[in-house]
């Protein structure tokens, strides 16, 4: 806490100068077709309906035998849902489509090379692949109900192929992003203890076939340093009979999982009953420090949670084309490729590589080739695709009715390109605030009953209900525009159950900073508390300013990153920003801005000046930047994050850590070179 003249401000409050931008409406076109129209929504899904408001969501599911208990919070905040109920979300997501939609698409899957042809896979056909796999994870593989497997795989339908038979069987599935190196797959085997490996020999990466088996030997290796034996590696080929690494099999545990599902074909295998509270898969997400967190969720609360949010929030119908342009080694993949839009019978788009292979026309080109009509992406790619080909989307005959961005916060400036450009001015956007621990989303305009407002990701999603607490835990008045820490007062079906193996860090992580009674078994004494900073406006819109520990305390001046990242953003000929703390002896914290150009634009003082400018301008003298850098690319994830910890490293003068997962791990030398000489 630091004290200015007679101020007092707690470290929850954050300097706020952004203004809120106009309301752009949904088309009555839209709102006609739309699932949800209904704004009593918001008073079914009310706290006094609650927790029972949720059963709406899970009625739109399959069950074996419905609960007797909604919510169970005896081991409180580990909630149980829909507690007695069984269900089997791979009957869910497949065999309970097959009477009206077996031939109709389930995944449609788009390979990197444009030569070569996409891939169709009906219901029917997801059928008899699921349970075929099912059968070889069970029969050859040796897998049962409980037991975990680690999946570390590129975007082939093999992915969800596997994760659904994992389902079918009760098999706990950890599904590691392809792009993660094999000692961080390795770490995640140990820490699930998975015995077995499903992996692929190699795919295409900007028009490279990428050796992708080297990483299983690496990731079983350090499996076992930490005292985890992986039994078998089962090796999905690429190309049907060819085997696309120069690392050799090892006899006796590694497999090629085509060879062996021949033993299997034409055979069935019933989908288990399953508790609704246990546990359908892992997905790790980093720490700041320590060894990665497993995010348990549960089967029959996930499920029910993504399928509603899918249909309401996303507006699928089984009519529409759908395609999430994000990984599905991620949450988002896992949600909203996966298990929401299978769940109700849509037919989802899966696409191997990067979307600017081999030019920024590549999205266009499959959106109008496959006639999607539902595009959800983040806002990082639509910075890239804005950067690279701004004037691409115009060349392709292709109309989305609805985008979702997702991920972190977009700045108002390429928001309004993204509508204008991508989504043509007609297609309803929902800005979408939430994180792996959620399992779905938490903050966002509901398509057909709320204007949108760049940057701004709307009024919680029904059943969701934030509150703002200062650092004491001391409400902030609603709307006030006086940001803070936002937290949920109330827990949700989409909700993580837990940290694997580690009950204490996930309570310490997520609920003790605002528990009113760590002996309590009330709900209402548990806020969870997401890590976020935010501001209600007015109008109840949330408008997310970043991870707590991105703020830059300037002088006592609490400043959001993201606020001036998009003051940056303001000037047209940039393409990215990213702003990172650097020590300053006076100050404590000043910002450091990288910025890089748009193509048809050049780095240059003027420039630099400019970008200074729009921060004093938008925000004021106190936001001031150290640095401007002028950089040619950002370091970038697989996924196409800014890795802003690696630039705050060059800032700071420290060590940059592991930087081999990076896209483009080569500029960050160039960029080492240009801030330290």
Not at 54 to 62: I, K, R, T, V, W
Not at 112 to 134: D, F, G, K, W
Request: charge should be negative; hydrophobic fraction near 35%; glycine fraction near 8%.
């Amino acid at each position: 806490m630091s004290n200015r003249g007679n101020e007092t401000v707690t470290e929850a409050q954050i300097a706020v100068h952004w203004q809120e931008e106009k309301y752009l409406y949904p088309s009555d076109e839209f709102v006609a077709q739309a699932n949800m129209s209904d704004a009593d929504i918001y008073e079914r899904f009310g706290l006094d309906n609650f927790p029972d408001c949720f059963h709406e969501y899970a009625d739109m599911l399959s069950w074996y035998k419905r609960w007797h208990t909604t919510l169970d919070t005896s081991d409180a905040p580990c909630w149980k849902w829909f507690v007695g109920g069984k269900i089997n979300a791979s009957y869910n997501c497949v065999d309970r489509h097959l009477e009206a939609y077996r031939n109709k698409a389930a995944i449609i899957y788009v390979p990197e090379p444009e030569s070569e042809s996409h891939e169709v896979v009906t219901y029917q056909e997801l059928y008899v692949r699921v349970n075929e796999m099912a059968l070889m994870l069970r029969d050859f593989a040796g897998l049962d109900t409980g037991d975990r497997v680690t999946i570390h795989m590129p975007m082939t339908p093999d992915l969800p192929v596997v994760m659904l038979a994992c389902a079918r069987l009760g098999v706990i599935h950890s599904v590691v992003f392809g792009g993660f190196s094999g000692k961080a797959c390795g770490e995640r085997i140990a820490d699930s203890g998975s015995r077995v490996l499903i992996t692929m020999d190699g795919y295409y990466r900007s028009g490279k076939m990428l050796d992708h088996k080297v990483k299983a030997d690496e990731a079983v290796q350090i499996a076992a340093d930490y005292g985890q034996h992986v039994d078998k590696v089962l090796v999905v080929r690429r190309y049907a009979g060819q085997y696309q690494s120069e690392t050799p099999m090892i006899k006796g545990r590694d497999y090629f999982v085509d060879e062996q599902l021949a033993a299997f074909c034409g055979k069935r295998v019933d989908p288990v009953e399953l508790p609704a509270e246990a546990p359908l898969f892992l997905m790790y997400t980093s720490g700041t420090t320590g060894r990665p967190k497993g995010c348990q969720h549960s089967i029959g609360g996930y499920l029910s949670y993504v399928t509603g949010t899918s249909k309401y929030i996303q507006d699928i119908h089984p009519e529409d084309v759908y395609w999430c342009m994000a990984d599905i080694g991620w949450i988002t993949g896992h949600s909203y490729i996966v298990y929401g839009p299978l769940a109700l019978a849509a037919t989802s788009v899966m696409y191997e590589g990067v979307p600017t292979f081999p030019d920024s026309g590549r999205p266009w080109r499959i959106a109008e080739r496959l006639g999607v009509n539902i595009f959800h992406t983040a806002p990082t790619t639509v910075r890239m695709l804005r950067k690279s080909g701004p004037d691409e989307p115009k060349k392709y005959n292709f109309e989305f009715k609805h985008m979702t961005t997702v991920g972190e916060p977009i700045e108002p400036e390429v928001w309004r390109w993204y509508y204008d450009v991508i989504g043509k001015g007609t297609a309803s956007i929902v800005d979408t605030w939430w994180q792996t621990e959620t399992g779905g989303f938490l903050c966002s305009t509901m398509p057909a009953l709320h204007p949108m407002k760049p940057g701004s990701a709307g009024p919680a999603v029904p059943g969701i209900h934030p509150t703002i607490f200062d650092e004491d835990g001391n409400t902030v008045e609603e709307g006030s525009g006086v940001a803070g820490n936002i937290c949920i007062q109330n827990p949700w079906p989409g909700a993580f159950q837990t940290i694997w193996g580690d009950r204490d860090r996930y309570v310490q992580t997520y609920y003790a900073k605002y528990c009113r009674d760590s002996s309590s078994t009330n709900w209402q004494d548990w806020p969870y508390f997401p890590g976020d900073a935010a501001t209600q406006a007015p109008d109840g819109y949330y408008r997310i300013l970043g991870r707590v520990d991105d703020v830059i305390n300037v002088a006592g001046h609490r400043l959001g990153t993201k606020e001036l990242e998009s003051a940056c953003m303001t000037i047209s000929e940039l393409a990215e920003a990213a702003v990172v703390p650097v020590t300053d002896d006076l100050k404590g914290k000043v910002p450091d801005v990288y910025v890089s150009v748009r193509p048809e634009s050049s780095p240059s003082k003027n420039l630099e000046t400019a970008v200074t400018s729009a921060i004093e301008t938008e925000i004021g003298k106190i936001a001031r930047p150290k640095n401007v850098w002028i950089v040619p690319d950002m370091p970038k994830t697989r996924s196409g994050k800014i890795m802003r910890r690696v630039l705050a490293s060059i800032s700071n003068g420290s060590d940059v850590g592991d930087i081999t997962t990076l896209a483009n791990p080569e500029v960050v030398e160039h960029i080492r070179q240009m801030v330290q000489g």
